[in-house]
Protein backbone atom coordinates (compact mmCIF):
# COMPACT_ATOMS: atom_id res chain seq x y z
CA UNK A 1 0.00 0.00 0.00
CA UNK A 2 1.61 3.39 -0.73
CA UNK A 3 0.84 6.45 0.63
CA UNK A 4 1.00 10.26 -1.10
CA UNK A 5 2.00 13.36 1.31
CA UNK A 6 -0.03 15.75 -0.62
CA UNK A 7 -0.26 19.45 0.15
CA UNK A 8 -3.18 21.75 0.80
CA UNK A 9 -3.69 22.60 -3.02
CA UNK A 10 -3.36 19.05 -3.88
CA UNK A 11 -5.88 17.66 -1.14
CA UNK A 12 -8.62 19.83 -2.21
CA UNK A 13 -7.75 19.38 -5.95
CA UNK A 14 -8.28 15.41 -5.00
CA UNK A 15 -10.87 15.90 -2.92
CA UNK A 16 -13.14 17.80 -5.48
CA UNK A 17 -15.28 15.95 -7.97
CA UNK A 18 -14.28 16.32 -11.62
CA UNK A 19 -15.49 16.79 -14.31
CA UNK A 20 -16.73 13.31 -16.04
CA UNK A 21 -15.43 13.48 -19.79
CA UNK A 22 -17.51 14.42 -22.24
CA UNK A 23 -19.89 11.33 -24.15
CA UNK A 24 -18.49 10.10 -27.37
CA UNK A 25 -20.83 11.16 -30.09
CA UNK A 26 -22.47 9.03 -32.43
CA UNK A 27 -20.59 9.80 -36.01
CA UNK A 28 -22.89 10.99 -38.62
CA UNK A 29 -23.38 8.42 -41.10
CA UNK A 30 -22.36 9.65 -44.76
CA UNK A 31 -24.68 10.85 -47.38
CA UNK A 32 -25.18 8.74 -50.33
CA UNK A 33 -27.11 9.46 -53.41
CA UNK A 34 -30.31 6.94 -53.99
CA UNK A 35 -31.48 6.15 -57.53
CA UNK A 36 -33.58 9.11 -57.70
CA UNK A 37 -30.09 11.32 -57.07
CA UNK A 38 -31.88 12.64 -53.94
CA UNK A 39 -29.08 13.07 -50.81
CA UNK A 40 -30.36 9.93 -48.21
CA UNK A 41 -28.27 9.48 -45.27
CA UNK A 42 -27.17 6.10 -45.33
CA UNK A 43 -28.53 3.35 -42.66
CA UNK A 44 -26.22 4.03 -39.55
CA UNK A 45 -25.36 0.61 -38.06
CA UNK A 46 -25.59 0.44 -34.11
CA UNK A 47 -22.35 -0.22 -32.55
CA UNK A 48 -22.45 -3.45 -31.43
CA UNK A 49 -21.90 -2.30 -27.45
CA UNK A 50 -18.79 -2.17 -25.59
CA UNK A 51 -16.36 -5.55 -25.05
CA UNK A 52 -17.77 -8.08 -21.86
CA UNK A 53 -16.25 -7.58 -19.11
CA UNK A 54 -13.77 -9.90 -17.69
CA UNK A 55 -15.38 -11.90 -15.01
CA UNK A 56 -12.89 -13.70 -13.00
CA UNK A 57 -13.63 -16.68 -10.57
CA UNK A 58 -10.36 -16.72 -7.90
CA UNK A 59 -10.30 -13.82 -6.15
CA UNK A 60 -6.33 -12.81 -5.84
CA UNK A 61 -6.11 -10.28 -3.39
CA UNK A 62 -6.72 -12.01 -0.37
CA UNK A 63 -3.63 -14.09 -1.38
CA UNK A 64 -1.30 -11.15 -1.85
CA UNK A 65 -2.52 -10.33 1.94
CA UNK A 66 -1.67 -13.41 3.23
CA UNK A 67 2.13 -13.33 2.15
CA UNK A 68 4.46 -12.18 4.76
CA UNK A 69 6.02 -9.26 2.64
CA UNK A 70 2.22 -8.16 2.61
CA UNK A 71 2.66 -7.36 6.71
CA UNK A 72 2.59 -3.45 6.59
CA UNK A 73 -0.14 -3.12 4.11
CA UNK A 74 -2.36 -5.46 6.56
CA UNK A 75 -1.84 -3.27 9.31
CA UNK A 76 -2.24 -0.01 7.02
CA UNK A 77 -5.52 -1.49 5.77
CA UNK A 78 -6.71 -1.90 9.51
CA UNK A 79 -6.27 1.90 10.04
CA UNK A 80 -8.51 3.04 7.51
CA UNK A 81 -12.48 3.90 7.75
CA UNK A 82 -14.33 1.33 6.09
CA UNK A 83 -14.98 2.95 2.97
CA UNK A 84 -11.29 3.73 2.23
CA UNK A 85 -10.85 0.24 3.01
CA UNK A 86 -13.22 -1.08 0.40
CA UNK A 87 -11.45 1.30 -1.88
CA UNK A 88 -8.11 -0.23 -1.38
CA UNK A 89 -9.05 -3.84 -1.23
CA UNK A 90 -10.89 -2.82 -4.87
CA UNK A 91 -7.85 -1.36 -6.19
CA UNK A 92 -5.37 -4.59 -4.72
CA UNK A 93 -7.46 -6.66 -6.42
CA UNK A 94 -7.99 -4.62 -10.08
CA UNK A 95 -3.92 -4.83 -9.44
CA UNK A 96 -3.57 -8.57 -9.18
CA UNK A 97 -6.49 -9.40 -11.56
CA UNK A 98 -5.14 -7.26 -14.78
CA UNK A 99 -1.70 -8.83 -13.64
CA UNK A 100 -2.69 -12.04 -13.61
CA UNK A 101 -4.87 -11.26 -16.84
CA UNK A 102 -2.15 -10.06 -18.91
CA UNK A 103 1.46 -10.50 -18.10
CA UNK A 104 2.74 -7.63 -19.93
CA UNK A 105 0.87 -5.20 -17.46
CA UNK A 106 2.61 -5.01 -14.09
CA UNK A 107 0.17 -2.56 -12.20
CA UNK A 108 1.47 -0.57 -9.58
CA UNK A 109 -1.24 1.97 -8.63
CA UNK A 110 -5.21 2.24 -9.41
CA UNK A 111 -7.08 5.52 -9.35
CA UNK A 112 -10.70 4.67 -9.39
CA UNK A 113 -11.81 7.82 -9.59
CA UNK A 114 -9.67 9.40 -12.33
CA UNK A 115 -11.89 9.90 -15.09
CA UNK A 116 -15.69 9.55 -13.36
CA UNK A 117 -15.79 9.21 -9.62
CA UNK A 118 -16.44 6.20 -8.21
CA UNK A 119 -19.67 4.60 -6.66
CA UNK A 120 -19.71 2.92 -3.33
CA UNK A 121 -22.53 0.96 -1.39
CA UNK A 122 -22.39 -1.00 1.89
CA UNK A 123 -20.82 -3.73 -0.02
CA UNK A 124 -19.60 -3.05 -3.68
CA UNK A 125 -17.39 -0.70 -5.24
CA UNK A 126 -18.34 0.35 -9.19
CA UNK A 127 -15.40 2.25 -10.84
CA UNK A 128 -16.54 3.76 -14.61
CA UNK A 129 -14.00 5.62 -15.01
CA UNK A 130 -10.69 4.46 -12.96
CA UNK A 131 -7.05 4.09 -14.24
CA UNK A 132 -4.10 1.79 -13.72
CA UNK A 133 -0.44 2.95 -14.21
CA UNK A 134 1.60 -0.03 -15.72
CA UNK A 135 5.09 0.38 -17.01
CA UNK A 136 5.37 4.40 -16.87
CA UNK A 137 1.82 4.62 -19.01
CA UNK A 138 -1.76 5.26 -17.44
CA UNK A 139 -4.67 3.40 -19.25
CA UNK A 140 -8.34 3.74 -18.87
CA UNK A 141 -9.94 0.79 -16.73
CA UNK A 142 -13.41 0.10 -15.13
CA UNK A 143 -14.27 -2.31 -12.47
CA UNK A 144 -17.47 -3.66 -10.33
CA UNK A 145 -15.89 -5.07 -7.09
CA UNK A 146 -17.99 -6.90 -4.84
CA UNK A 147 -16.88 -7.27 -0.99
CA UNK A 148 -18.10 -9.64 1.71
CA UNK A 149 -20.88 -8.24 4.43
CA UNK A 150 -17.81 -6.90 6.51
CA UNK A 151 -15.74 -5.21 4.05
CA UNK A 152 -13.17 -7.56 4.97
CA UNK A 153 -12.39 -9.32 1.47
CA UNK A 154 -13.34 -9.58 -1.87
CA UNK A 155 -15.80 -11.87 -2.84
CA UNK A 156 -16.93 -10.90 -6.93
CA UNK A 157 -15.38 -9.00 -9.62
CA UNK A 158 -15.28 -7.93 -13.18
CA UNK A 159 -13.20 -5.49 -14.64
CA UNK A 160 -12.75 -4.24 -18.36
CA UNK A 161 -9.22 -2.60 -19.92
CA UNK A 162 -9.17 0.36 -21.68
CA UNK A 163 -7.05 2.42 -24.36
CA UNK A 164 -3.57 4.21 -22.92
CA UNK A 165 -4.58 7.44 -21.26
CA UNK A 166 -2.90 10.30 -23.11
CA UNK A 167 0.00 12.18 -21.53
CA UNK A 168 -1.47 15.71 -22.40
CA UNK A 169 -4.45 14.47 -19.76
CA UNK A 170 -2.48 13.10 -17.14
CA UNK A 171 -2.41 16.37 -15.32
CA UNK A 172 -5.67 16.95 -15.89
CA UNK A 173 -6.90 13.71 -14.40
CA UNK A 174 -4.67 14.58 -11.33
CA UNK A 175 -2.78 11.12 -12.83
CA UNK A 176 0.87 11.54 -11.61
CA UNK A 177 3.92 11.00 -14.12
CA UNK A 178 5.79 9.03 -11.35
CA UNK A 179 4.64 6.58 -8.49
Known sequence: MSVDILSPEQFEAETNPRPAPQALKTPVAPASLSPGNALVPETVVPHAG???????????????????????????????????????LCNLEAMDQIRKWRADFQPERVVPYAMVEETISATSITANGAAFRSRRNWYALKFTCELARDGESVTGFAFLVGDPVSREKWDELGLPAVH
Open 50 to 88: SPAMIRPTEMLSAKTLADPRSRQARADLATLASDERMVQ
